[in-house]
């Protein structure tokens, strides 16, 4: 018995040596399964451990622990990314990594570029229930090969649920501040077709006057499944509107904003030997600001109205043959934007539903860009080789180049080497281009943004421990941003010739419970994160550029309590660079430091089977800090909420026990 028992064994477990080093079959233990996840790092499919690129992915079972309520709060435990928020619960939120700007990040959601034209201060703007995302892939450093333009300082990938049974769930929220958050969703099967749909609405009396704020949505997407391949479709709409209280600038703090948000795409992807992989995609923003929010002055005659549209398609192959797998693409992206402000002037006026007011200015620039890549796998060996070229209407540039290359080396079962270079652009904003306010003027003649980089590092990878050590460098040429030389001039966009930033970032993470025992922590985990950046010396005073996190520092711990609790605890520690303009009883002041800060946040979360019913905690000490001059951001905030998640078959099961049971 023990022999048989033995050879069945043997003849189970799958030999990785280099005869069978098939990079789409490979299967790893079940304690590495997050090198089993294929992620958005490169033109063709890759596994997560064979990507030579710092990608950091937060799943599912992480983003329903963590002491988050949306997307923003939840990237703020990334210590490569910098979240700098405006209000609470995620309102508006500018998202960098690694010292770029707002604008330099490039958002997807489920692989579509969803990014705003307008002004990165919108991108976040995702019609899509916290609760249905499935997992979500930061890639950092520069992926214009992969992406692009504009995935300047990085790209995030937001990926949402797909189930394939029939199922629904929902939840209740309510915290400080009358803060109240419901959503439901539901997902059915019908043939081959995967359907999911969910709603939500969410809103708060704010933290302080006028950072109220109501935000609802809706979210549907499919999925058919062939023997060809497969179809996916997503839809959705969000509308919010919230105080802005010193958004954009404290000399009037009473401001307020309603944006609208409607995403849709269609895309193919076939099982053929040489995949296709055809896409289209419209994003349709629309944004009222009102720098007075009620009583305003005889000068102020107008709110600015902005309408962007972006349409696009690509088609992506990639075949794999015995010398690796190559990929070849190419994209179009159009960009227009109806605005009052923005853009050059229409000949005729076009009018704005629901208001007494038209758009009077335009704007439109299109995007062609195509892509080669081929990845190489040869034993312990992974190198990838890539290049981007792309024409932009009104860049002045013509046609561009841009390369890259990664490499990574497996040293053995559980250590990684791994070193990339890559180049990116990013073109100006409508924003920067044409802006005119009270405090703000934009600039026509801005240029384009260029970077390269270059990255090495080495991962760790066992049952018990995983961590990441990694240094990068990165020099911009004509860097955007707003600057000015003395508080009596309004603040412009410039290109700076030149912008230097380098640094590195430090990852562990332990199951301790199982190297020391049931009364440890399931989970420990560090992150941090050390940059500088310099540019070359000028007399002007930056608005965002230099206002970079040099210091970061996240640290996380995850308990579970025998079979119902588990508790989620983050702390996260920021020191920022660069000042602000103190903005004291109605009179500018001094320019003054971002003072650093610790945040304490925690979630007791008890989970039942189709129940979970939690308690959170953020800056549980009630720190003052400030993400943005001048804009003080929450206190404490405590939330308590009961969620709903079950599969129709198994609790239809679980009824059916109930009623059938036998008496005694």
């Known amino acids: 018995m023990i022999s048989v028992l033995a050879v069945n064994y043997l003849n189970a477990v799958p030999v990785n040596g280099s005869e069978n080093f098939d990079q789409d079959t490979i299967k790893t233990n079940l304690e590495y399964e997050l090198d089993e996840i294929e992620v958005s790092a490169q033109r063709s499919p890759g596994l997560y451990s064979q990507v030579a690129r ?53 958002i ?40 692009g333009p504009n995935a300047f300082a990085g790209a995030i990938n937001i990926i949402t649920r797909q189930d394939h049974q029939n199922s629904f769930n929902g939840g209740i929220t309510v915290g400080s501040f009358k803060y109240f958050d419901s959503n439901v969703s539901c997902n059915f099967v019908t043939n081959n077709l995967n359907h999911s749909l969910s709603m939500y609405l969410k809103g708060s009396d704010g933290y302080i006057t006028n950072t109220d704020f109501e935000e609802k949505g809706i979210f549907y997407s499919n999925q058919l499944n062939g023997n060809a391949g497969k179809l996916n479709f997503q839809t959705g709409f969000s509308d ?81 043959w015995k010398y690796g797998k190559s990929a070849v693409g190419i994209e179009y992206r159009s960009e227009n934007i109806l ?19 038209f758009y009077t200015k335009s704007q439109s620039r299109y995007t062609y860009f195509g892509f080669l890549e081929h990845v190489y796998y040869a034993e312990r060996w992974s190198v990838s080789v890539g290049v981007m ?43 920067d281009l044409y802006y005119a306010g ?102 002007f005073i930056s608005y965002y550029v230099l206002d970079y996190l040099r210091n970061k520092l996240n640290f996380s711990l995850n308990k579970e309590f025998g079979k119902y609790f588990n508790l989620d605890i983050r702390t996260t520690y920021q020191q920022r660079e660069g000042t602000y303009t103190r903005f004291d009883n109605g009179n500018w002041g001094a320019e003054v430091g971002f003072e650093p800060f610790w945040l304490f946040d925690s979630k007791l979360t008890c989970q039942l089977k189709y129940c979970s019913i939690f308690v959170s905690v953020n800056n549980i000490f009630n720190t003052t800090y400030y993400d943005v001059g001048n804009v003080v951001q929450p206190g404490r905030l405590i939330k308590v909420g009961i969620s709903v998640d079950a599969t129709l078959t198994d609790f239809l099961s679980d009824v059916s026990k109930i009623v059938y049971s036998p008496k005694n």
């Open 389 to 431: 070229g792309n024409y932009i209407t009104k860049s002045g540039r013509g046609l561009n180049l841009f390369p890259g290359v990664e490499a990574s080396y497996q040293m053995n079962s559980f250590f990684k080497l791994f070193g990339n270079y890559n180049t990116s652009l990013r073109m100006p904003t409508f924003t």
């Open 108 to 147: 997807l959601l489920n692989g579509v570029n969803i990014t705003d034209p307008q002004t990165g201060h919108h991108n976040l703007n995702i019609p899509v229930p916290y609760n249905q995302i499935e997992r979500i892939e930061i890639l950092e450093g520069p992926a214009a090969r992969v992406y």
């Open 339 to 357: 605005s009052n402000v923005l853009g050059e002037p229409l000949d005729e006026p076009v009018e704005i539903k629901g208001e007494n007011v």
């Open 54 to 106: 710092v990608v950091t992915v937060i799943n599912q079972k992480e983003i329903a622990a963590a002491p988050a309520k949306n997307i923003q709060e939840l990237l703020e435990y990334v210590a490569g990314v910098d979240i700098r928020q405006r209000g609470a619960e995620g309102v508006q939120a500018d998202i960098s990594i690694r010292g770029g700007t707002f604008d330099q990040t490039l």
């Open 438 to 539: 009270p405090t703000n003027i934009g600039n026509p003649d801005l240029k384009p943004e260029l970077t390269n980089a270059i990255e090495s590092g080495m991962v760790l990878n066992t049952s018990k421990l995983q961590g990441r050590l990694v240094v990068f460098y990165r020099k911009g040429d004509d860097v955007i941003d707003w600057v000015r030389t003395s508080n009596s001039e309004k603040w412009q966009p410039q290109n700076i010739t030149s912008l230097t930033s380098y640094g590195t970032e430090f990852q562990i993470q332990s199951n301790l419970k199982q190297v020391l025992g049931s009364l440890w922590p399931d989970k420990v985990a560090v992150n941090w994160l050390f940059l500088n950046l310099s540019k070359n010396e000028s007399d």
């Open 240 to 320: 919010k509107g919230f105080g802005a209280n010193s958004f954009y600038t404290p000399k009037y703090p009473n401001q307020y904003e309603n944006v609208q948000t409607l995403i849709t795409s269609l895309k193919w992807e076939s099982f053929s030997r040489i995949h296709l992989t055809p896409l289209i995609y419209w994003r349709r923003h629309q944004d009222r600001f009102e720098l007075f929010r009620d009583n305003p002055p005889s000068w102020y005659t107008s709110h600015n109205y902005h309408l962007t549209n972006t349409f696009g398609g690509n088609l992506n192959s990639w075949f794999q």
